[in-house]
């Protein structure tokens, strides 16, 4: 018996599953040569400014995925404008991209009151797919400064964590 090609002995379950593997190695492949430019991302923050991942060559670039009513993202926030203040202009950006927000209002007034100082954009879960599918929040993507993706993490995060992956590095 054949199946797509494959001679599969009577085994047709082998048969996917040989097929299946085939094309996994196929897509990791084609992810591992294209890895570096299928993150491009543009965002425009509250400010009206546009964050391009291209802009940024040169900094390590942190997107986080939060929300308002996120408990673990309201734990990180500190940490993050932290991280934010003391690597801005040297080598490191970080970008807060709010989900699942009633109003811009509510997102301007909640980070006013936070004082989050790095930049904030009003985002949905379609904008979110440029990086990558957010599942969990808070997400973080960190892109190493020729722009590849080097790690994700769902949830939350600490300066000292960023700081010492990126110190490995």
């Keep these: 018996m054949a199946t797509n090609g494959f001679e599969c002995a009577g085994r047709p379950a082998f048969c996917i599953a040989r097929k299946s593997q085939r094309l996994l190695l196929a897509a990791a492949l084609l992810l591992a040569?294209?890895?570096?430019?299928a993150h491009e991302f543009a965002f425009k923050d509250t400010h009206g400014q546009e964050h391009r991942l291209s802009?940024?060559?040169?900094?390590?670039?942190?997107?986080n995925f939060w929300a308002t009513w996120c408990a673990p993202c309201l734990d990180e926030i500190p940490d993050l404008v932290s991280l934010h203040k003391a690597h801005q202009d040297k080598d490191l950006v970080v970008i807060g991209i709010a989900l699942e927000y009633v109003s811009p209002?509510?997102?301007?007034?909640?980070?006013?009151?936070?004082?989050?100082?790095?930049?904030?954009?009003?985002?949905?879960?379609?904008?979110?797919?440029?990086?990558?599918?957010?599942?969990?929040?808070?997400?973080?993507?960190?892109?190493?400064?020729?722009?590849?993706?080097?790690?994700?993490?769902e949830g939350a995060i600490t300066r000292e964590s960023v700081e010492e992956y990126i110190h490995k590095k």
């Design 33 to 37: 040569a294209f890895g570096a430019s």
């Design 105 to 153: 209002k509510v997102v301007m007034e909640f980070a006013e009151k936070l004082a989050i100082s790095y930049p904030i954009v009003l985002g949905n879960h379609k904008m979110a797919t440029q990086i990558g599918e957010v599942e969990a929040l808070p997400s973080t993507y960190l892109f190493d400064p020729t722009g590849k993706l080097v790690a994700h993490q």
């Design 55 to 63: 802009n940024y060559r040169g900094k390590w670039v942190l997107v």
